[in-house]
């Protein structure tokens, strides 16, 4: 094996069984710092990584287009099939360094060869500006509750 081969990064479609380290992704993402976030708020959103059949069949229901160290998963991004995106995370040991513009290319194809005119997301305020540096832009902010908190979001939209 060359050197450095086994840091290789590869960009694919989510197996069922990917499923437990995406949620694990999306938990140290979430719980990263910083945030512009509480750690209140973090827990309302998240409170343990998702798994089990719920979050099987969340996966399933979507396109997961998945980042991987060698064979580990350290990002996805998830879309419908009416355009909307629902997920992306970027594990923080693995951010800044191009990984969401890989997936984003494997989600924008997918949402032309499906027929979308556009695709929708509700990013976090963490996400806002990465997905303005992808050409999204801002519908409006909004905040929802969740287990007592609220967090603040950015509903945005990408024209095809």
């Known amino acids: 094996m060359a050197a450095g081969a ?6 694919d479609w989510a197996e069922a069984a990917d ?3 995406l949620g ?3 938990y140290a993402a979430i719980h990263s710092d910083p ?11 998240l409170a343990t ?3 089990g059949s719920g979050w099987r069949a969340k996966l399933a229901a979507q396109h997961v287009a998945v980042a991987r160290s060698g064979q580990a998963p350290i990002g996805m991004m998830t879309l419908d099939d009416t355009g909307y995106l629902d997920l992306a ?5 693995f951010q800044g360094q191009g990984h969401l ?6 989600i924008s194809e997918k949402a032309r060869t499906l027929g979308c005119r556009d695709i929708t997301t509700h990013a976090s305020l963490s996400a806002q500006a990465p997905f303005t540096a992808l050409g ?3 519908i409006r902010h909004e905040e929802v509750e969740k287990d007592g908190q609220f967090l603040k979001r950015a509903e945005m939209r990408f024209v095809l």
């Open 49 to 51: 990584p998702p798994d």
């Open 101 to 106: 513009r890989h997936l984003w290319a494997m």
């Open 89 to 93: 995370f970027i594990h923080p040991d």
């Open 136 to 138: 999204f832009k801002l």
């Open 24 to 26: 694990q992704v999306m």
């Open 35 to 45: 945030s512009p976030y509480s750690a209140a708020q973090r827990q309302a959103w």
């Open 6 to 11: 086994e840091n290789a990064y590869r960009y």
């Open 19 to 21: 499923a437990p380290a």
